[in-house]
């Protein structure tokens, strides 16, 4: 060995004897620290990098709908509403239910639709003059009508209808003459039994029904007389235009002088029976000295008898 190498093994030896040899145990605890170590830096590491993930998904899952304030000094423009997305899926609306109604332009006044309802026909209690029809000026005899206690009807076969349910009732004795006779101091052509009677509400058409079923039941009857009884037949014509409904019948019978002797020709008088609301009037006409019932008469005062009547319910 030569005498360079001798000297570096003597001064390696010497080196070596001065430093404290680390045992085993020491060695494993530092080597499990530095193993410690590296697996915090790493648990840190992946912490770090979850965080990030976290952070970054927060800033990308910022709302549409939140808004960044403008700059200051700048002036806020208010963003027009967005109108949902029509759905296209979507059931048309139903055909029965009414389309809204289209807004008022602004400015104007919207007022309440009016809800009207007609009031019913009030029941009088009571039957004044002016109820009572005058007659047309070439009808006219200078005879003033007259109030009296009469029969609203003729007889038929007995029948009675509906006097219970009578308010109140007025008769009158009208005497008339046809337009082309002369007037006052000739004999007139025609007398009424005209009546006005005011029923309990809601019976007056019950009052026409009994009447039409009267007339039905009693086709034919007799009257005494003072000599022979005379006959009469009735039967039911038709009718409308009258008030809110009339019954017209006519009433047939062996025409007699003034001594009672058969002047071989028919007498035939009209009634007719016309409803307003509760009120009934009725022109029973009854001839003079054997004279027939005019129907166009009868038809024009029955419709004068309505206008009276109206004017007086009104």
């Known amino acids: 060995m030569s005498r360079e190498l001798s000297e570096m093994y003597r001064s390696l030896a010497a080196d070596a004897d001065t430093r404290a040899l680390v045992v085993p145990d020491v060695l494993r605890h530092q080597a499990d620290r530095r193993a410690r170590l590296r697996a915090t830096g790493g648990a840190l590491a992946v912490a770090l990098v979850a965080g990030g993930v976290v952070v970054g998904s927060q800033v990308v899952a910022v709302p549409a709908t939140r808004t960044v304030p403008p700059p200051a000094g700048t002036p806020t423009v208010p963003s027009p509403p967005i109108s949902p997305t029509p759905d296209v899926t979507a059931a048309p609306p139903s055909p029965s ?8 332009p602004s ?67 009208l005497i008339y003459k046809l337009p082309q006779n002369p007037g006052e101091g000739y004999v007139p052509d025609g007398t009424y039994a005209h009546s006005i009677t005011i ?40 009718d409308r235009g009258y008030g809110d409904e009339s019954v017209l019948f006519e009433v047939r ?27 009934v009037t009725i022109l029973w006409e009854q001839g003079w000295e054997n004279t027939s019932s005019q129907r166009a008469q009868v038809d024009a005062d029955s419709r004068r008898a309505v206008a009276a009547i109206r004017a007086w319910l009104d």
Do not use: H, M
Not at 126 to 142: E, H, K
Not at 228 to 233: E, L, N, Q, V, Y
Not at 266 to 272: G, I, K, N, P, Q
């Open 97 to 104: 239910v009414p389309p809204a109604a289209p807004s008022r």
């Open 107 to 173: 400015g104007t006044t919207s007022a309440s639709p009016r809800v009207t309802s007609a009031a019913p026909p009030r029941t009088p209690t009571s039957i004044p003059d002016r109820a009572f029809f005058a007659l047309a000026p070439a009808n006219q005899t200078g005879i003033a009508p007259e109030f009296r206690d009469l029969a609203a009807l003729p007889g038929l076969c007995g029948a009675r209808v509906s006097s219970e349910a009578v308010v109140q009732r007025r008769t009158r004795l």
């Open 199 to 238: 029923y309990r509400a809601g019976r007056a058409d019950d009052v026409l029904d009994e009447l039409r079923e009267a007339v039905r039941n009693c086709p034919e009857q007799k009257w005494p007389g003072s000599e022979a009884p005379s006959r009469s037949t009735q039967r039911l014509l038709a």
């Open 253 to 279: 019978s062996p025409g007699q002088d003034i001594n009672g002797d058969p002047t071989g020709v028919e007498d035939v008088r009209l009634v007719r029976a016309i409803r307003i609301g509760d009120v």
